[in-house]
């Protein structure tokens, strides 16, 4: 990362616990994993401060893709805004606010998606996957923080992907536990 963005994360990481970031290696991870990827369409359920964001969207410059990012509260979107700005990467994000079932409820219908980052309401994580699958187009991943951390409020979520013959999903070790699933068919 280069230096403006790393000053960024730090100070970001100090506020860790206020914001709900997640932790360094986890946005690690999504970076090199939206690069795999070759992600073009992103989107990210639950902005904040926009720390997640910003290791998306380092990533999507490089794949030469867009992020769509939504954050329910006002202030925690022009926060992630100005962090987007600093760090070089507005150009490539879309900021929505308000309700992220109501955004992906009105999603064209012709809207596909590759990556998906969700980091939100726990217990709406099952709404959320089912409003975004039909827009999942084949060999997409969806990611998910807190499966360890939030176990039970993610377990509908978790069974709705593990039971679906569509998808193939994994829990990895990371802080607060992250679920990486494909979808590997329409």
């Known amino acids: 990362m280069d230096s403006t963005t790393e000053v960024v994360f730090k100070r970001l990481e100090e506020t860790q616990n206020e914001f709900w970031n997640v932790a360094r290696e986890t946005g690690n991870f999504l970076n090199m994993l939206v690069k795999i990827c070759n992600a073009q369409n992103a989107y990210e359920i639950g902005t904040s401060n926009g720390y997640s964001g910003i290791w998306l969207a380092k990533a999507l410059k490089e794949t030469g893709g867009h992020l769509t990012t939504i954050e329910f509260y006002e202030k925690r979107k022009v926060l992630a805004e100005e962090n987007f700005k600093t760090c070089g990467v507005m150009d490539i994000i879309t900021t929505k606010e ?41 060999g997409a991943v969806i990611c998910a923080d807190n499966v360890t951390s939030h176990a039970e409020k993610v377990k509908p979520f978790l069974d709705a992907i593990n039971g679906n013959p569509k998808y193939q999903m994994e829990v990895l070790d990371l802080p607060a536990g992250l679920a990486v699933a494909r979808k590997n068919s329409d």
Do not use: C, M, T, W
């Open 98 to 138: 308000g309700s992220a079932i109501g955004i992906l409820e009105r999603l064209p219908e012709d809207e596909v998606i590759d990556f998906v980052f969700i980091d939100a309401n726990k217990s709406q994580y099952i709404e959320y996957f089912n409003l975004l699958d039909k827009h999942l187009k084949k």
